[in-house]
């Protein structure tokens, strides 16, 4: 079963993608821009944290060494404070330079659509779901638990292809005769259900009809 929805997920996206690739390259462009500017907003205002802390760090230092030349803090007490603010500098030190480059290589990445079509360029045939067509085309899966909430048991999964994520082919406006023929079909499946509670009802009736007689017998 998840073998074809990824299959399904795969195979639509790429012929959406061909058959339309001026609005497919723009729609993933836009995304890609949002995504990377809230980002880019999030590392900018975790990397002037960090900044601030470590300039933090430096003044705590320079307090605790001239604390320990003054007599005020023992050699002891200097070098425990000196090893735990050390580290913390060190650790936050690796972390904006990890943040900064991130920053850098943000940009609108117009290439991620294009390489998305030169892979899908690659594939004639969606017919079959191979180890290497899951490995080129899946950046990861996301199974949700089952819902039964509607008296049908609905089972959520995102797939996130490989250098645009998750993207959803938009839908055409459904027709009246569409519209009308799923009400018909959600209309046939409450029937069912209603007849299905009414069937184990009076099947429960009727156990408990037999356990009376049988009590009274007894």
């Keep these: ?5 990824v299959l399904d997920a ?10 339309n690739e001026p609005d497919f390259i723009q729609q993933v462009r ?21 900044q601030k802390r470590v300039s933090e760090l430096n003044n705590l230092i320079r307090r605790i ?13 200097f070098e425990v404070l000196s090893s735990e603010y050390e580290q913390e ?4 030190e690796n972390s904006i330079i990890q943040l900064q480059s991130e920053l850098d290589s943000f940009t609108a990445d117009s290439a991620r659509a294009d390489q998305f079509m030169q892979l899908v360029k690659k594939y004639t045939d969606f017919t079959e779901l191979s ?17 039964r909430s509607s008296g049908e048991r609905e ?17 055409p406006e459904p027709t009246p005769e569409e519209i009308e023929a799923e009400e018909k079909a959600r209309l046939e499946r409450k029937r069912r ?7 184990m009802a009076k099947q429960n009736q009727k156990r408990l009809e037999e356990e009376s007689d049988i009590d009274k017998i007894a």
């Design 1 to 5: 079963m998840l073998r074809e929805i």
């Design 10 to 19: 795969i195979k639509t996206v790429s012929e959406y993608a061909r058959t």
């Design 30 to 50: 836009e995304a890609s821009t949002i995504r990377q500017d809230e980002a880019a907003k999030a590392h900018k205002k975790r990397l002037a944290k960090e």
């Design 65 to 77: 060494y001239e604390d320990s030349v003054n007599g005020k803090l023992t050699e002891k007490r």
């Design 89 to 92: 500098q060190s650790e936050l």
């Design 131 to 147: 180890p290497m067509m899951i490995g080129e085309f899946i950046e990861k899966i996301v199974v949700y638990e089952a819902d």
């Design 155 to 171: 089972q959520n999964v995102d797939i996130y292809l490989n250098f645009i994520g998750k993207f959803d082919v938009p839908m």
């Design 193 to 199: 259900r209603d007849n299905q509670r009414r069937y």
